[in-house]
């Protein structure tokens, strides 16, 4: 047993004593050249394949964050358009309010310069007084409604009688007996007012 294993051990290593270079090459299987393979290698090509569908996949989800953050911006700009209207429409309701207060100081001083007075020097305190007092509402938005001779609108005319007479057109004011105001767009009240009734035939 021992001489036939020296045998073939001495055999086998007289064989790859034999053997060539150019008889290695040709005898190891090409599956061992798989692991490390260059990069420009046939193992490399499904690592290449794949990059291409993840960089389409970083863009879509770069898009779709830019389309977010575009959304997330309206939304707040509305947000912060819509806070300063309600600020502004509060302001206002509360100035109204205010307003409201000092119309019969108006009123008031209406009254007694229309019933004059013996005294001119009076009057012209009067009037002084009222004309100061209703440029500083004018200043801040105080306008008051125009009625005399204008189309009755029921929006700001309140009518308190229909008056039969052909002075001026039919449904228009006739005569005014309280003033109204509208702070900017806001209606503080209503004009008091008498409007014309023409009969026709």
Do not use: C, W
């Not at 004593?17 to 005898?27: A, I, T």
């Not at 509305?78 to 302001?91: G, I, T, Y």
């Not at 119309?103 to 020097?121: I, Q, W, Y």
């Not at 009518?159 to 109204?180: K, S, Y």
């Amino acid at each position: 047993m021992s001489k036939g294993n020296g045998k073939t051990e001495g055999n086998v290593a007289l064989k790859s004593e034999n053997l060539k270079p150019e008889d290695l090459d040709r005898e190891l299987p090409a599956a061992e050249y798989d692991e490390g393979a260059a990069p420009g290698s046939v193992g490399a090509k499904p690592a290449e394949a794949g990059a291409v569908p993840e960089a389409e996949k970083l863009k879509l989800e770069r898009d779709a964050l830019l389309d977010r953050l575009a959304r997330l911006q309206a939304e707040f700009d509305n947000a912060r358009k819509r806070a300063a209207r309600e600020q502004q429409d509060f302001r206002e309701f509360a100035a109204a309010d205010v307003i409201k207060t000092f119309l019969p100081v108006l009123d008031s001083f209406e009254r007694a310069l229309k019933t004059g007075g013996d005294s001119s020097e009076f009057r012209d305190g009067v009037e002084l007084i009222y004309r100061q007092f209703l440029d500083a509402l004018q200043k801040i938005g105080v306008r008051p409604i125009s009625s005399v001779g204008q189309a009755f609108d029921p929006r700001v005319h309140e009518a308190i009688e229909m008056v039969d007479t052909t002075d001026v057109p039919d449904h228009h004011v006739l005569e005014e007996l309280q003033r109204g105001y509208k702070y900017k767009e806001r209606l503080l009240r209503p004009a008091m007012v008498r409007v014309a009734r023409n009969h026709r035939g």
